[in-house]
T-cell receptor, first 109, second 116 residues
Framework: GQNIDQPTEMTATEGAIVQINCTYQ??????LFWYQQHAGEAPTFLSY??LDGLEEKGRFSSFLSRSKGYSYLLLKELQMKDSASYLC??????????WGAGTKLIIKP | GAVVSQHPSWVICKSGTSVKIECRSL??????MFWYRQFPKQSLMLMAT?????????EQGVEKDKFLINHASLTLSTLTVTSAHPEDSSFYIC????????????FGDGTRLSIL
């Protein structure tokens, strides 16, 4: 079966750094997406990785290792508005997007 | 760029009513649109994928006659929940993508549907 694993919930402090991990087992791989979703709102696209390595975009970075079936989203200089769920999604060999359950990130002052 | 507008944002109606939800890509042409539903504290569940001018492809377990999808143009897709019942109450989200498979999906703001 296809599976995306990410922690259910994480807590971090304002101004700190947090890393949200995502591991996947899918039939094929055609890219990995990270989305941010605030409570009661629709997801917002954050990043896309298809090759191994780190993609940096402002305070957010996303890393991919295809051989390990592993990705992480790194958030720096955390702000209270970063409190949200972060969804990892993988596109499989059929180009179907397989969604993780999301990681709820709680930022404390 | 890549703005997707979804209306209405909130619907409360009686059981047996049909509800139409619109999804529009405002500044790009959406070759493919997706409809999801999401229950509280759960991830997105894909209901169907639609390409402009062709019939939607429904996921297993999603009733085609219950959830009617029309993708009439490159900027508009509609989802009609026919004869809605309380168990259809959920958060429905559309997304749109232009170009090929490697492009990200851009989401509308979602529609919270409550059936009394």
């Amino acid at each position: 079966g296809q599976n995306i694993d990410q922690p259910t919930e994480m807590t971090a402090t304002e101004g700190a750094i947090v890393q949200i991990n995502c591991t996947y087992q899918t039939s094929g791989f055609n890219g990995l997406f990270w989305y941010q979703q605030h409570a009661g709102e629709a997801p917002t696209f954050l990043s896309y990785n298809v090759l191994d390595g780190l993609e940096e975009k402002g305070r957010f970075s996303s890393f991919l290792s295809r051989s390990k079936g592993y990705s992480y989203l790194l958030l720096k200089e955390l702000q209270m508005k970063d409190s949200a769920s972060y969804l990892c999604a993988v596109k499989d060999s059929n180009y179907q997007l397989i969604w993780g359950a999301g990681t709820k990130l709680i930022i404390k002052p | 760029g890549a703005v997707v507008s979804q209306h209405p944002s909130w619907v409360i109606c009686k059981s047996g009513t049909s509800v139409k939800i619109e999804c529009r890509s405002l500044d790009f042409q959406a070759t493919t649109m997706f409809w999801y539903r999401q229950f509280p504290k759960q991830s997105l569940m894909l209901m169907a994928t639609s390409n402009e001018g062709s019939k939607a492809t429904y996921e297993q377990g999603v009733e085609k006659d219950k959830f009617l999808i029309n993708h009439a143009s490159l900027t508009l897709s509609t989802l009609t929940v026919t004869s809605a019942h309380p168990e259809d109450s959920s958060f429905y989200i559309c997304s749109a993508r232009s170009g090929g498979e490697f492009q990200p999906q851009h989401f509308g703001d979602g529609t919270r549907l409550s059936i009394l």
